[in-house]
């Protein structure tokens, strides 16, 4: 049974039409790369999941429940591109101060290692570096012990060595039988971490398979080839359809 599931959900904002009809489900253990140009809906989709916003039509469930409830909330974390938290606070406030949100949050020490912030968690927030901040997120992110994890576009803006380090946390939640859906630009991010991925176009669906199913897709081995070529197949189609 998915633990997140999208059934025909449209989304309208007067008269533009952000989703089109969606079916999107995570599974159990699974990371899902929901994959877009700007504008195709990613973000939307998102939203509705985090119970930010409700669909037109359609059912959002998240563990079964409306994606607000307050279940659905304890047993999910999320890193989204605006996160902001205060910079005079140390991190390991930071931390405690999440995890009192939650009833059976992760230790402190157990967020700490698993965000790769040993010897920084005394820090102030203003004072790391760009790609410790970024960690200081997914540390909040997963201190409430969650079992799916929003995150979008979570490495944005790092260093290749920063973007690697968060790679490698993602993968650690994972492997502890999280669930994930990621939307991110960076093709080969998709490529390295998702199971499954799913491209969205002008609101709709219209591509999804593990990354060698969509590479597929491409005249090359790669999987830029591969999104350019549903881009430029599926715009044309999916404007028909509208």
């Known amino acids: 049974m998915p633990i997140a599931e999208l059934r025909g959900v449209t989304k309208r904002y007067g008269p533009v039409e952000a989703l089109r009809g969606i079916d999107l489900a995570i599974a159990p253990g699974e990371l899902v790369a929901l994959l877009g140009p700007n504008g195709a809906g990613k973000t939307t989709a998102v939203r509705i999941l985090l119970g930010l916003a409700a669909p037109t039509s359609g059912q959002a469930t998240v563990f079964g429940r409306p994606p607000a409830s307050h279940e659905a909330k304890l047993r999910r974390g999320a890193l989204l591109q605006v996160a902001k938290v205060p910079?005079?606070?140390?991190?390991?406030?930071?931390?405690?101060?999440?995890?009192?949100?939650?009833?059976?949050?992760?230790?402190?020490?157990?967020?700490?290692?698993?965000a790769g912030l040993k010897g920084i968690d005394d820090k102030l927030f203003g004072d790391l570096s760009g790609g410790q901040k970024q960690r200081v997120l997914f540390a909040l992110a997963i201190c409430g012990?969650?079992?799916?994890?929003?995150?979008?576009?979570p490495t944005v803006g790092l260093d290749v060595e920063a973007r690697r380090a968060l790679w490698a946390r993602i993968r650690g939640f994972v492997a502890r039988g999280g669930s994930v859906l990621l939307t991110t630009h960076y093709l080969d991010e998709a490529d390295a971490l998702a199971h499954r991925i799913v491209v969205i176009n002008q609101g709709r669906i219209v591509a999804e398979g593990t990354p060698a199913e969509i590479k597929t897709r491409g005249a090359s081995t790669g999987l830029e080839d591969a999104f350019l070529t549903i881009m430029k197949d599926t715009t044309q189609s999916v404007e028909e359809v509208a």
């Open 145 to 153: 012990n969650p079992d799916l994890l929003f995150l979008d576009e």
């Open 87 to 114: 910079e005079t606070l140390r991190v390991r406030e930071h931390i405690e101060l999440f995890s009192s949100y939650y009833e059976k949050p992760l230790p402190l020490a157990e967020t700490v290692a698993a």
